[in-house]
């Protein structure tokens, strides 16, 4: 599966990267966290990588394969979490999440939809489920 990000600045990926960092040391933290281990040392591999690229200049732009199978499993491990973060929000009544990383977020969630929506009928039917109950999705 091709996933693709950006063009999109810079500045709101390295936000919202060091705010995804921090959440996912407080998720390893957690005795019951929503995300294993192993799944959140992948995510910090593609949160490296994104970094390296947005420290280069003002304008982000990344893609990369990823086996489709896989792609579903930290989809829906990434999908969890933000139902749980979102829930949180709702019952403390603002968000934590920094402002200026929000385009970055918002442009991740649409290129993970996206790619699976190009792949076979079984991941369009995910894409469609992660578009309607994604947390705050914006398309």
């Known amino acids: ?18 705010y995804a960092r921090t959440v996912l040391a407080q998720e390893l933290g957690r005795r019951q966290g929503v995300i294993p281990a192993d799944v959140i040392e992948e995510f910090e591999r593609y949160l490296d990588q994104w970094d390296a690229v947005a420290a280069r200049g003002t304008e982000f732009r990344w893609e990369g394969d990823v086996d489709a199978a896989h792609a579903r499993v930290l989809a829906e491990r990434y999908y969890e979490l933000a139902r749980e973060l979102d829930a949180r929000t709702r019952a403390r009544g603002y ?27 079984d991941l369009q039917a995910f894409a469609d489920h992660l578009r309607d109950d994604w947390p705050d999705y914006k398309d």
């Open 95 to 121: 968000a934590i999440s920094p402002p200026d990383g929000e385009p970055f977020y918002h442009h991740l969630i649409r290129a993970i939809v996206h790619a699976f929506e190009r792949e076979r009928d």
């Open 1 to 18: 599966m091709h996933v693709e990000l950006g063009p999109i600045e810079s500045s709101s990926v390295i936000m919202w990267i060091a």
